[in-house]
């Protein structure tokens, strides 16, 4: 049996071009897991196996490694940073104990490293940060631990700090053992010497170990009242408070270093150990009803405990489809069956494997703290909890961001047709974001997703995994309708044609919800005059109407129907009659209701030079751009504002020839608001001519 004790479940995330996966590749080459480490800018990085990435130079997909420390055992998992593979990196925070958000020493606090942020303080993991890149132009540690403070509202521990700045960056000081760590220029991570503190940082150095002292301290009351009699703490209590306080999210320990130049590595894996908690210290999972109502028993990390494992991730290979599975309590052996809660079937484990990027090694079982991978489950996906068929329990299950953009795809070759079939039905259970539909007056397939990018990959997926050549149309936005105004209304549904007749009254209020409230039903009927069992056949006749609006056919949000009176008949009513009487009902009202069109809107980060400012910020106001902030940056401005995703397609192009190519920007969905008039009428205009055309 191992030692959990010894385990560390852990990710790696930041904002895309931060250097998690150039700091994965030296995490497994001073773990001796490789022996040559590979280049994310040469596309020879391990853990960025799938061609897309190797091309593109970003993380696509999170990649499972597992590697060894000084006697202990690393699970790592290497996520994207890309807004549009969000998705990877919540559902890898799902699984994992702790994680190391990644920094650039320059571009600081991203956009995409708060959206992480945030996702990791949803669930409650522990982290370290790391500052990367120190040796960059423009790379400030300082100003980067004041963003972490402001930005973030997190509260950094400082553990280290930089010898030298920028090219001159040369190692680290280690603060609570008042030590230099300094690299010679050879590259190799190993090639360090431990010196003093140099005299210029003595000052710094002893300021920053007074702060992590009085900070750690607040952890244990016994070294606390010590330390305020002029006692210091020897240094494993330090670190005992250290880990105490890392756990309970009361504070980050923070380090700085170069990925790149090998520099400040060491000090993380060893901060991992001594910070980061094993599996059997975290809060334990919760467990569910199939209602999703918490049972109040707990999937506690045991090995003699009932079988409690979530699958967070599927990924097809040439061997099969691989399902990425957490083990939280009890044992998982190869060959026994076990039961997923969500379809209620048995399935039978065929192979248990341990990954290490894209290669593997067979294992005979796996117990609570592990994360493997399992080989031939047939209806396992993403958020399914598996678990011993003779104690069932289900985990708290992942909840996953609608799509905000879509696009009509048809197989080049018409024979491909049940080719594209079968491969977009493995590549939706791999990726819970991305979604496809048919529709059903064209016979097209719809393909949606988080965004061009992530669109633009899926495609270039079917082509070269799946050898099917697609042609695309242009990418849709994701629309919503809603309504403005109350209205009280009615409506009667008599339909009288020999044998029995269907009849079903309705008196309704329609009025618009706050955004963000989705479609709600309430019934106040007093008394009889629509019986209680019709009351959620006229529920599901609305619920089921809101997918189509009624002035271009998008799902339709955020709005209440109150149900206050009706009327039934003795014979001729049914379930039917008022499910049939309220999509009537539905058609009639809402254009009453004052029905109006949403856009999704996005949030903006963009990155200039300052001698380009001024056009970027035109041509975004020329987007219907609204901007909220511009900072400024050692190497340029940052604006931040929002804008709306049918205005920004293609804007990449833009904004490079703008600025030379130096420019960057990244977006993320933010809300839906009203859409102008104007807009409005040439999006239901669009709509109309793709009906008739399709006709």
Not at 136 to 156: E, M, N, T
Not at 302 to 314: G, N, T, V
Not at 574 to 593: D, L
Request: glycine share 10%.
């Amino acid at each position: 049996m191992a030692d959990l004790s010894k385990y560390r479940n852990i990710g790696i995330f930041a904002h895309v071009d931060a250097g998690k996966t150039t700091t994965t590749e030296r995490i497994l080459k001073l773990t001796g897991k490789i022996h040559k480490i590979g280049e994310v800018h040469d596309g020879a990085a391990t853990t960025d196996f799938m061609e897309q990435e190797q091309e593109r130079g970003i993380t696509i997909q999170s990649a499972a490694t597992t590697c060894f420390w000084d006697d202990h055992r690393f699970n790592i998992i290497d996520t994207p940073g890309h807004v549009d593979f969000t998705i990877e990196v919540y559902r890898s925070l799902k699984v994992l104990d702790g994680g190391v958000g990644v920094f650039c020493g320059s571009g600081g606090v991203e956009p995409q490293s708060e959206t992480n942020w945030r996702y990791a303080n949803e669930s409650g993991v522990a982290r370290l940060i790391f500052v990367n890149k120190l040796d960059r132009l423009g790379a400030d540690f300082y100003r980067v631990v004041g963003q972490i403070k402001s930005v973030l509202a997190a509260k950094p521990l400082v553990m280290t700090i930089p010898i030298g700045f920028e090219d001159s960056f040369v190692g680290v000081v280690d603060i609570l053992s008042q030590k230099a760590y300094v690299w010679d220029d050879s590259g190799q991570p190993e090639n360090f010497e431990v010196q003093d503190v140099p005299d210029d940082l003595k000052e710094k150095a002893e300021q920053y170990r007074t702060e992590l002292i009085e900070t750690a301290v607040e952890q244990d009351d016994e070294a606390m009242e010590k330390y305020l009699e002029g006692e210091e703490p020897d240094t494993d209590t330090i670190k005992k408070c250290i880990r105490k306080g890392t756990i309970n999210l009361d504070f980050f320990p923070t380090y700085c270093g170069s990925a790149f130049k090998n520099k400040g590595i060491q000090l993380i894996l060893s901060a991992v150990i001594d910070y980061l908690p094993s599996p059997t210290e975290v809060k334990p999972q919760p467990e569910v009803d199939m209602e999703g109502n918490e049972t109040g028993e707990f999937a506690i990390v045991d090995r003699d405990k009932p079988l409690r494992a979530l699958a967070f991730k599927i990924m097809d290979d040439q061997y099969g489809a691989l399902t990425f599975t957490r083990v939280y309590s009890g044992v998982l052996a190869k060959g026994v069956n076990i039961l997923n809660t969500f379809t209620g079937k048995e399935e039978r484990v065929g192979r248990i494997v341990e990954m290490h990027a894209d290669s593997r090694e067979d294992l005979d079982e796996a117990q609570a703290g592990d994360i493997v991978a399992l080989v031939g489950l047939k209806n396992v996906q993403t958020g399914h909890t598996l678990c011993d068929p003779k104690k069932p329990a289900t985990l708290e299950p992942m909840v996953f961001p609608d799509p905000v953009i879509s696009i009509a795809i048809a197989p080049k070759d018409k024979g491909a047709a049940e080719k594209l079939g079968v491969a977009i039905g493995k590549m939706v259970k791999e990726d819970p974001s991305f979604h496809v539909e048919t529709d059903q007056d064209s016979g097209e397939t719809i393909l949606k997703g988080m965004g061009e990018l992530h669109l633009d990959i899926k495609i270039d997926i079917l082509k070269r995994t799946h050898g099917v050549e697609v042609e695309a149309g242009a990418p849709q936005v994701a629309y919503r309708e809603t309504v403005t105004t109350q209205l009280e209304d009615s409506y009667t549904h008599k339909k009288q044609s020999g044998g029995a007749g269907q009849f079903a009254k309705i008196d309704y209020i329609i009025e618009p919800l706050e955004p963000g409230s989705g479609f709600q039903f309430e019934s106040k009927i007093v008394g009889g005059n629509v019986p209680k069992e019709y009351i959620p056949a006229v529920e599901k006749g609305w619920r089921l109407s809101t997918e189509k609006g009624v002035l271009a056919g998008y799902p339709c949000l955020d709005f209440q129907v109150t149900l206050i009176d009706g009327g039934f008949h003795a014979v001729d009513s049914s379930a039917v009659a008022f499910e049939i009487a309220s999509k009537a009902a539905y058609r009639q009202s809402m254009p009453k209701a004052g029905a109006q069109l949403l856009e999704p809107i996005m949030k903006l980060d963009v990155f200039t030079p300052d001698d380009n400012v001024g056009d970027v910020i035109g041509d975004l106001n020329r987007r219907r751009g609204m901007i909220s902030s511009q900072d400024s940056t050692p190497t340029g401005i940052r604006v931040k504002g929002e804008a709306p995703l049918s205005e920004m397609f293609g804007y990449i192009g833009d904004l490079r020839t703008m600025t030379s190519g130096r420019g960057q920007f990244s977006m993320e969905f933010s809300h839906y608001a009203a859409c102008p008039r104007n807009i409005a009428e040439k999006v239901i205009e669009d709509v109309i001519a793709r009906e008739a055309a399709k006709k």
